[in-house]
């Protein structure tokens, strides 16, 4: 069957069967593996996209449930060569060890901050609480999410002024 | 993994829904969020023929007061209850639940009437339900029904929801009286199901005395356990610690668990018991420290 949706702001008309899971569709079809494979059980958040702008897990998607709908991936996070806030922060606050959450856990962040441009430690920690790290003990993605939202906030600052 | 091969069908109107369902019956089966079925289709524990996402009809999610009742549409998001905090005060029950279902990523998908009819016995929804005594929208080709949740849950994964039935929304009784209510739930880990939870809701009269009571328990048997006993030991009476330990006694002799890796069947059943029993302090507290 065919199902039209939006990712990383391209529209992709793309053939599949139905029980294709959305990870799926985007690794192998659309050849983006920056969304990862990790427990393929709902459990660890290695594959969260962004689904309408809520962080969702793409191994418990299927595809045609894309259809009109908007996508976004770790790719999408940067535009024109610019890193996005949040990948800033986990740049600076070296947010990650091994690398494997991470793609889950910026979007996560993004979609956190977007909603919540100021979080509290704890409402970081309960909007992480899907995506599993094995490395970090989540201290530095932690502050990695306050990086982002501090420089948003810095950003809207200055637009204002 | 992946599911077997099915037939995908997004029908945009319900009526096309309940033509699918009665053509298909069994071989069918309906996708709301799919937080649930994904993973049954992708362990093969279901295979169905026919997939019908409803993804797509209008008039199922959102949340409303109308007529002395709460209506929660059936494909209503976890996340959506979760953010409904005008129903503190009134329904403080499932703003405390639904936080604790699942993470946020499967709370922005998961659904309050996909999880109901999934009818997981460690489902946070059912205790809910059968607390705040709600009742069940379902429409099919032939009419409308309304099922009270109690008695809507028959075993494991099963209900009162016939093959060509769908769960429209969930209809909870708001009347007058200060009302109180919460959920407490014993997890492993964040996001894990339910070692043992506890719904309790209850609503105060003028006299300060129970009028209405409801328990409900969580993992602790083959399907969501209203716990009756407990709740009319507590109905007509003044919520005293004794009262509320009486309760509390009726609703863990109610449990019916089973040992497994998340604690034996006594332990199980002990939480139960003081989990009720906080609750009901909880509940009292807040309804007598609520507006009239």
Redesign the interface.
Known sequence: MKVTFEINGAEKSVDVEPRTLVVDLIRTKLGMTGTHIGCDTSNCGACTVLLDGRPVKSCTLLAPMLEGKKVTTVEGLATGGKLDAIQVGFHEEHGLQCGFCTPGMMLVGKALIEANPHPTEDEIRWGISGNICRCTGYMNIVKAIQHAAAANAAENTAGVA | ????????I?PSALDEVLGLLNEHGDDAKV?AG??SL??L??LRFAAPVV?I?I??VDGLEGIRRENGHVRIGARTRH?DVESAVDLRGTLDVLLDAA?LI?????R??GTVGGSICHADPAGDWGAVMLAVGAEFVVKSGSGERVLPAAGFFEGPFTTGLHANEVMTEIRIPVGAGRSGGTYLKLERK??DFASVATAVHIVLGDDGRVATAGIGLCAVGAHSIKATAAEAALVGQEPTDAVIADAARLAGEAAEPKADIRGSAEYKRDVARVFVQRGLHTAVNRAQGAAA
């Open positions: 993994m992946f599911p077997a091969a099915f037939d995908y997004a996708l799919g937080q994904i993973p289709l992708k997939v996402d993804g797509g996340r936080p699942s993470d946020p990523l499967i922005n998908m964040v996001g």
